[in-house]
């Protein structure tokens, strides 16, 4: 008999940390027979509830939670999964954003334990070991199941057609913008990376797509039209105006023509911070309608005012502020450099970390000439970094930056600077490093 040797969440985690994982830079063959057998093994808790599958390079973190935020305030009971976590393990699991018991988690857990512990490669398809994302996967759509959920929004880990999550059959899928990102696993060209990206898109159901490039537009629109699935645009399904950002969020006027009750203009709002927020509504409200076809203005607002999430566009209670933001591509940076401008004018220092396989020469080149103080560290200690070669990006050799490997330490140093010179200061370039940074600051 197979002893269980759980007592929380946290010996969970440590558990699957002995397993292949590709967030620290681990190699792995990406492959869906494995985590189909595993599902089957566990009686499928995959197709307990109806899924909204999201993917994409940016922003699915947050449409994520809009979704299920806006099913909960129409009286599902929605499971959400989202990567990576910031401070525990369990954040990857909640219900629509809340904190999950730890009983359907150990419980989940309990059912997965013994088709794995003990086992050689051989015993799986594929004769290899499942990894640290599948196992965390599966746990997520049992603790579901286990909860009685009456809807999911999954978030997809790593592209999109072999990516762990895609053995739903969702109801609908969403597509967020499309970047080089990953290019190791996922193709040298938006093309390629689209390609990965679209093989959610399940057949006869509906996907909602965000603004793209056209090259990236391409292949979704053949994809969908290969499948016979509706492409829900929201370029042409909503129309956004009167966008307005505060440090506390963002409002927009949002009208979805042809959408039922939501196609008059609206004021809705939501705790996230940018521009971009009120497209990422708009693209919320036109998923959630497939579950809720008869999907209300009050309950779509009601969802929205409670999507929050950390480390994006995050400005803590200090003063002078401090901005976490989790940006860590080119376009990302951007976005995020835009809305910090506008609402922190001035004087502002910068703490900047990545991992090794982000674009930092990209993101140096957005970021140079518009911070007083620039404070390069590392995102912590579980991505790989090359935190001098950072850097060097941002004029090391030229005093343009300095280099303060600690990560906390980078942290109190720049933070204690930029209060005494009473400057705001921004927090960048890593989930990781905003982790690091709720934690010290939390302290």
Known sequence: MTTFPFKDSDAVFAWLMGFVNVEKGQKTEFKLDRMRSLCGSLGHPERSSPVIHVAGSKGKGSVSMMIARILEAAGLRTGLYTSPHLLRWKERMTLAGEEMDEEPILESVGRLFPLVEGKLPEDFVGEELPTYFELTTLVAFEAFALSRCQAAVIETGLGGRLDSTNVVDSAASVIMPIELEHTEWLGDSIEKIAFEKAGIIKPGKP????????????????????????????????????????????????????????????????????????????????????????????????????????????????????????????????????????????????????????????????????????????????????????????????????????????????????????????VTGSFYLCAEAIAFFGE
């Open 207 to 426: 996907c909602v797509l965000s603004s793209q490039k056209p090259e990236a537009r391409a292949v979704f629109e053949s994809a969908c039209a290969g499948r016979g699935s509706e492409l829900i645009d929201v370029a042409q399904h909503a129309t956004i105006r009167s966008v307005a950002l505060d440090r506390k969020g963002t409002t927009a006027s949002i009208a979805l023509p042809g959408c039922g009750a939501l196609e008059n203009e609206g004021l809705y709002r939501v705790p996230l911070v940018g521009s971009v927020q009120a497209e990422n509504m708009a693209i919320a409200m036109l998923a959630a309608r497939v579950l809720l076809p008869g999907l209300d203005p009050e309950t779509a607002r009601k969802g929205l005012n409670r999507a929050s999430l950390p480390a994006r566009f995050q400005v803590l209670d200090l003063e002078p502020p401090v901005v976490l933001d989790g940006a860590h591509t080119p376009a990302s940076i951007r976005l995020c450099v835009e809305s910090f401008s506008r609402l922190f004018p001035g004087d502002a220092d910068l703490v900047f970390a990545c991992a090794y396989d982000k674009k930092h020469e990209e993101m140096a080149a957005m970021l140079k000439g518009k911070f007083r103080k620039v404070t390069i560290t590392r995102p912590g200690t579980f991505k790989q970094s090359e935190p001098l070669c950072v850097a060097e990006s941002f004029g090391l050799a030229r005093g343009e930056c300095v280099l303060v490997e600690d990560t906390k330490e980078a942290l109190s140093l720049a933070r204690e600077d930029a209060a005494t010179g009473g400057r705001a200061l921004l």
